[in-house]
C-alpha cells in the first residue's frame, strides 16, 4: 500500500497542532557555494498528493511546481549560510543552522516542525515549537518535499548567479557539486571565494 504523504500532517493536526511546517536543505554535499534550506506550511488544498522529492525531479519539473507550492503555502521561510561559516562551524551545524533560519523567516511562527533527517534543530528556534526529526522526509512527507523543492530551486538560482561571477568554474552545469569538471577546473584555476575551503577536493588547491 503507498504510503499517504500527508500522514505525518495529519497526525499533527489530530495532536492539536494548526501551523505545519515542512523543513530541509539543499547543498550539502557540493565543494562551492551556500546550504540553503526552506521551510513550507501548506494548505491542505495544495493540489499534488504524490510529490516526489525534489532530487527524482528534473529542473524543469522542479520549476513547474514551484509556483504550485507558492500559491498553495500559508508561508514559506528561506535560510541561507555561506561557505565562510560552513568551514567555521562544519556542514552539518550549517545545515541545522540554515534551518533554523528559515524558521525564523516563517510568519506566523508554526506549531510544529517536520524536519528531513535525524536532527532536531536550535539557535533562532522558539522551545515552544514541537519538533519532528523524519529520515527520509522528503519523500515521507508532503511538507518536506515541497521544501525540498524550494530549497534546491533557490540554490540552484544562486549557483547561476555565482557562474557569472566565475565562469570558469562551470557552476551553471554541476551547481558546485564534485564532478569531474569540477574537480578538473579547481586544478586548473585554484580556488574561488564561494568554494569551502575545508572540504576534501578544495584544501588541496589553496
Not at 525534489?54 to 504550485?68: G, M
Not at 514559506?76 to 528559515?102: H, K
Amino acid at each position: 500500500m503507498e504510503h499517504d504523504l500527508w500522514t505525518f500532517e495529519k497526525k499533527a493536526i489530530e495532536n492539536g497542532c494548526e501551523r505545519i511546517a515542512g523543513i530541509d536543505e539543499a547543498g550539502r554535499g557540493p565543494l562551492a557555494g551556500p546550504v540553503v534550506s526552506a521551510a513550507v506550511v501548506l494548505s491542505f488544498s495544495f493540489p499534488i498528493w504524490d510529490l516526489p522529492d525534489s532530487k527524482r525531479l528534473t529542473s524543469r519539473q522542479r520549476l513547474k511546481i514551484l509556483p504550485v507550492i507558492y500559491q498553495h503555502a500559508f508561508s514559506i521561510g528561506i535560510g541561507i549560510v555561506d561557505p565562510v561559516e560552513i568551514d567555521r562551524i562544519n556542514i552539518l551545524n550549517a545545515s541545522l543552522l540554515s534551518m533554523a533560519i528559515s524558521v525564523k523567516n516563517l510568519h506566523p511562527q508554526p506549531d510544529i516542525l517536520l524536519i528531513d533527517g535525524l536532527h532536531r534543530i536550535s539557535g533562532f528556534v522558539s522551545s515552544d515549537i514541537l519538533q519532528q526529526p523524519i529520515p527520509k522526509g522528503d519523500i515521507l512527507s508532503v511538507s518536506i518535499a515541497a521544501a525540498s523543492i524550494i530549497a534546491k530551486v533557490t540554490r540552484d538560482r544562486l549557483m547561476e548567479r555565482y557562474h557569472q561571477d566565475y565562469p570558469e568554474f562551470g557552476f551553471c552545469r554541476h551547481k558546485g557539486y564534485p564532478t569531474r569538471a569540477h574537480r578538473e577546473a579547481i586544478k586548473t584555476f585554484g580556488c574561488c571565494p564561494i568554494h569551502r575551503r575545508s572540504f576534501k577536493g578544495v584544501k588541496e588547491y589553496l
